[in-house]
């Protein structure tokens, strides 16, 4: 009889345990969607300590399981690492509006001071290398544009500008993880095996789909691996359809869940000295 009373308190006392670290998780969730919400005109050095303050105290709390607190801390980056690209483009925006006008010079410089400590922190938070040489190459414009725009150099320069297409951190995307097109994942879905185009630790567009009615919402059991990967660890998981691409015959979906497995996916990648690139 007291050996049934321990069982069945140990099993409350687990059970209490498990639905506040759900608890904790759809915090942290909710907070991290707010984050991906940060105005990218607003410096984010707030948002930073704020996402940096909450990774500190889940570090710290009992309830929640050590791929929980890896899981929050590299969703966390990688909502830093992005608003501090978008906010790199506002700056550089903002630089080249000064440059143009001979009466805001002082401002310009105050700018470019803050457009590199900002491009430092995204390179300390992992910045891509492709997003360092588009930022480098609009410094160069900035700098090769006089104020009155007169020059040859300010007249080229000006024509490169207009020409760029898009803001060079986000690239007209409103992805908040990178996404790696190698290593590709194998996906397997209803007896079937696909093959990722791309995957981030949000979600993934899967190649060579069949057509078909594909709603946007509708959830998919897929089993995930690393392809190219000796031994790769098959993982269970479900994903939720968020568009049909016809054109591309791919299929974009997002993870349902804060602690998905591409994250665990990432870090066998990072183990196998696999690292993913675009």
Known sequence: ????????????????????????????????????????????????????????????????IPSDKNDIRDRSRAVTLKAYEKYLDIL??????????????????????EINETLNVAIKLGTSQKIRDAAKERLDIIRQTSAVGDS???????????????P?????????????SDPA???????RTFK????????????????GNWDPGMPLDVKLSIDELEGAKVYQEKIEVVRYIAEKHALACKTRRFASVLMQIKRDCDAADMEPSA
């Open 185 to 191: 994942l194998i996906v397997q879905v209803g007896g």
């Open 1 to 64: 009889m007291a050996t049934a009373q321990v069982n069945q308190a140990r099993l409350a006392q687990q059970e209490a345990k498990e639905k506040q670290r759900q608890m904790w998780l759809e915090r942290a969730g909710k907070e991290l969607q707010a984050a991906e919400n940060w105005d990218s005109a607003k410096k984010p050095d707030t948002l930073a300590k704020r996402l940096e303050t909450m990774v500190e105290v889940s570090n710290k709390t009992e309830c929640l």
């Open 92 to 113: 550089l925006e903002r630089a080249m509006a000064a440059t143009r006008d001979k009466d805001r010079q002082t401002e310009k410089n105050e700018i470019l001071k």
């Open 152 to 166: 040859s150099k300010a007249k080229e320069a000006a024509e490169r500008e207009a020409a760029r297409k898009g």
């Open 196 to 211: 990722t185009a791309d995957w981030s630790l949000g979600g993934m567009l899967i190649a060579d789909w069949p057509d």
């Open 168 to 180: 060079v951190g986000v690239q007209n995307e409103h992805r908040t993880f990178t996404r790696w």
